[in-house]
């Protein structure tokens, strides 16, 4: 096998631009050239609405009445429009109902989202999910490398093993030079259909695709009949629930209290939402994994429909047309809203009015 270098000099040279990626994030953060809402801006739209979650952040001040942040099963999941128009209703004033999603569960990241946003904005209520029976990841987000530059929120990663910190630098040091590059090219999209539409939705993804690549077709399906009570975790309503005991991972762990602690601290009130995936269609209970309450110490409502009460009376192939794989499309985006909001605004209306 022939050497790996010709010459002595050869791998010095190696040697020294491979020390100059390792040390380029150090040297990114020190010079201040890489501004948050400029990298939100860079992230390309298949991976979340995050030009749109950048321009929430840093260009828009009014104050948030509910605040849905999660990943693509709530940001697909939830018709935010409908809980606005009749949050305003119930209010008797222009609300304002937002969501944050993208692809891809990370607790670190909705935990960034949180303290950013609320550096800025007031938030009445949060609105978030869980994670569910299949995300037990002890590794950073896949797509962290493009929005946690070295530098910002090192703080809470503190208390982190250090082999995930080792993990998350690495994630730093191939998104560098990505950095690099856009500081030189100026490289921010322009805002696109896409975000257009974002925009007009609330931030929520109303997608259009029929079930594992089957045509989309058009389903109105009236909602269950429920009183909003049942739909909340409570001792009369915990036959509707099921907590299945199964325990987080560390990384999930730490962010989620990083998370409560910031909405503790910060006054928001917390509630958890449930959105059934397709696999779960005839469930008779509403599954999560604990008590959240009880495992934070926080008072944070969970909300909820047991799937077969969602699907009551529908045969599979109409239940296949509100999902376009595990997640909801459009159809079951608007059934799972319309049940669920009267328990939404329930929950708004005794915990985020309290504290105001």
């Not at 100059?20 to 298949?46: C, M, N, T, W």
């Not at 609300?95 to 999603?101: D, K, S």
């Not at 695709?209 to 399906?221: E, R, S």
């Not at 909003?228 to 990384?251: D, G, H, K, V, W």
């Amino acid at each position: 096998m022939d050497p790996p270098f010709t010459s002595r000099w050869q791998a010095y040279g190696f040697a020294l631009v491979l020390a100059f990626f390792l040390v380029l994030p150090a040297g990114l953060a020190r010079s201040g050239l890489v501004r948050r809402q400029d990298v939100y801006q860079r992230i390309p739209e298949k991976f979340g609405a995050f030009s749109y979650i950048g321009h929430q952040i840093f260009d828009d001040s009014s104050d948030i009445d509910i605040l849905f942040l999660g990943s693509s099963v709530l940001w697909s999941g939830i018709d935010t429009p409908h809980v606005q128009y009749q949050l305003s209703r119930q209010l008797g004033r222009p609300a304002n109902v937002i969501t944050f999603g993208s692809n891809w569960r990370g607790e670190e990241l909705n935990y960034i989202l949180l303290s950013e946003v609320l550096q800025r904005r007031k938030v009445r209520m949060l609105v978030i999910t869980m994670p569910l029976s299949h995300q037990s990841t002890n590794l950073p987000h896949p797509q962290s490398f493009r929005w946690l530059p070295y530098g910002d929120n090192e703080a809470a990663l503190r208390g982190l093993p250090l082999r995930i910190r080792l993990a998350l630098y690495g994630e730093q040091v191939l998104g560098a030079p990505r950095h690099v590059l856009g500081i030189i090219r100026s490289d921010i999209q322009e805002k696109t259909d896409f975000y257009h539409a974002l925009v007009s939705l609330r931030g929520a993804y109303r997608v259009e695709g029929g079930y594992l690549g089957a045509p989309f077709v058009l389903q109105k399906t009236k909602p269950p009949e429920l009183s909003a009570r049942s739909m909340i975790y409570s001792p009369e309503a915990q036959r509707f629930f099921n907590f299945t005991q199964q325990p987080l991972s560390p990384y999930q762990m730490h962010f989620l209290r990083l998370t409560t602690e910031l909405a503790r601290r910060s006054d928001v009130p917390v509630a958890i939402l449930n959105i059934p995936l397709s696999r779960q269609r005839r469930e008779a209970a509403v599954e999560e994994r604990m008590h959240w309450s009880e495992v934070f110490g926080l008072e944070m409502p969970i909300i909820g429909v047991p799937p077969a009460t969602l699907f009551r009376g529908m045969t599979d192939s109409e239940i296949n047309r509100c999902f376009y794989d595990e997640h909801m499309n459009l159809n079951g985006s608007d059934l799972l809203t319309r049940t669920l909001t009267p328990a939404i605004l329930t929950v708004y209306e005794e915990h985020a009015r309290r504290s105001q």
